[in-house]
């Protein structure tokens, strides 16, 4: 597997392009609002777009290099061997689903394209549609179609942006699980942009989390999503509670922190002044009710709370369930719905919870914000 290294510049209309990446194994998610230059960054390695410099390498080939001194590469596209996913899938609407897939095959034998063709549309959960025209499928057929042809010239990358927008829930579900068998099967490094939190969360393996043209934070999935390295990519990476606090101490390796009327015990992160200003940053997923008969675990022991339960907003999945502490600040929890309904709570009932140890994070106060939009 091919490793690809990124490192360009490219000034553009409202921001300057700085990528600095290196990848090779598994999806690697693109992360970040809209307009932030993640589309562009995919469009550089693809060689749709030319950085003002840098380098673009994938294995032992240079696709891109303008470094002051040498002598300029710029691999056309073409010859890139890439495969590069549309939001639209940009199917061919004259062709079918067969002929786009076989479109890209490099073979003069018909039949044999027809058979590599044929197998990643059946892959792709396609081979009764194989005769059917982009207009004749839904936008998800269309969606896997396009994935199919992407892999059909055997690319050494593969490049997918926004694959999953506009689809709903099932049908986005279902190719998210998909796409990640057919990467592990045919071995082929990813690289996938989205804005959507939950496609990074089921589908990456690591993530780059990007900020006006810039990566902010790169690690394995779990690292950038459970441990972001200042509070505002903490409120971009997911839903948060925030409490203002300040720094009362430390103790075998946990900081102390008073916040909300209480003191929080929080894993120790970076280094803290006593009397420091900061936020405690609470991932909404990691509030947890404790029921009166239950034996607290050492992962739920370090901050439990009395509380009141003031709001329950119920969704498919899960409930949104708003808590007040004595101090009459709220923590809001997602608690999944069957879970909610054995607690037997309703809204105005007393209640114990509590956060787990890696769900709950401290940074000073000028880490909270992010670039502007």
């Known amino acids: 597997m091919e ?3 990124i490192q360009i510049k490219r000034e553009l209309s409202s921001f300057r392009l700085r990528i600095d990446l290196e990848t090779g194994r598994g999806i690697h998610v693109l992360f970040g609002r809209s307009g932030v230059g993640k589309t562009q960054t ?10 003002d410099s840098g380098l673009i390498s994938l294995g032992d080939r240079i696709l891109f290099k303008a470094v002051d001194g040498e002598k300029t590469v710029n691999v056309p596209p073409r010859n890139r061997r890439i495969g590069y996913v549309f939001q639209d899938g940009a199917l061919f609407p004259h062709k079918t689903l ?12 018909k039949g044999a394209a027809r058979e590599v063709a044929t197998g990643l549309l059946s892959e792709m959960g396609l081979r009764l549609l194989v005769d059917r025209y982009p207009l004749e499928v839904s936008g998800g057929q269309k969606r896997r ?8 010239s055997e690319p050494a990358l593969l490049l997918l942006d926004e694959p999953f927008v506009h689809l709903d829930r099932i049908v986005r579900s279902k190719l998210m699980d998909d796409l990640t068998h057919l990467v592990e099967e045919h071995q082929v490094p990813a690289i996938l942009v989205t804005h959507d939190l939950d496609v990074a969360a089921t589908v990456a393996n690591t993530i780059s989390v990007m900020e006006g043209g810039e990566i902010i934070q790169s690690g394995s999935r779990d690292e950038v999503l459970f441990r972001p390295v ?18 009362a101490g430390e103790s075998s390796g946990v900081w ?18 006593i009397g420091q200003e900061v936020e405690v940053v609470i991932r909404t997923g990691s509030v947890k ?10 992962s739920l022991s370090l901050n439990v709370r009395s509380a009141r339960v003031a709001m329950v907003d119920r969704r498919p999945d899960f409930y949104w369930v708003q808590f007040t502490l004595h101090s009459g600040a709220t923590i809001t929890g997602q608690v999944p719905s069957d879970t909610f309904r054995r607690t037997g709570l309703n809204e105005g009932d007393p209640c114990t919870i509590s956060v787990t140890a ?8 000028d880490s909270s914000t992010l670039g502007g939009d």
């Open 42 to 51: 995919l469009e550089c390695v693809a060689g749709l777009s030319r950085p």
């Open 358 to 365: 890696d769900g709950i994070s401290l940074f000073p106060l």
């Open 98 to 109: 067969l002929e786009n897939v076989m479109y890209p095959i490099r073979t003069s034998q």
């Open 145 to 152: 179609a396009a994935i199919a042809r992407a892999l059909a």
């Open 3 to 5: 490793i690809l290294k």
């Open 230 to 247: 200042t509070g505002g990519l903490a409120r971009l990476l997911g839903d948060v509670n925030i409490l203002k606090g300040e720094v």
């Open 256 to 273: 102390k922190v008073t916040a909300a009327d209480a003191v929080w015990s929080i894993p120790h992160l970076g280094s803290l002044q």
């Open 289 to 298: 009710i404790i029921k009166p008969d239950m034996e607290v675990p050492a």
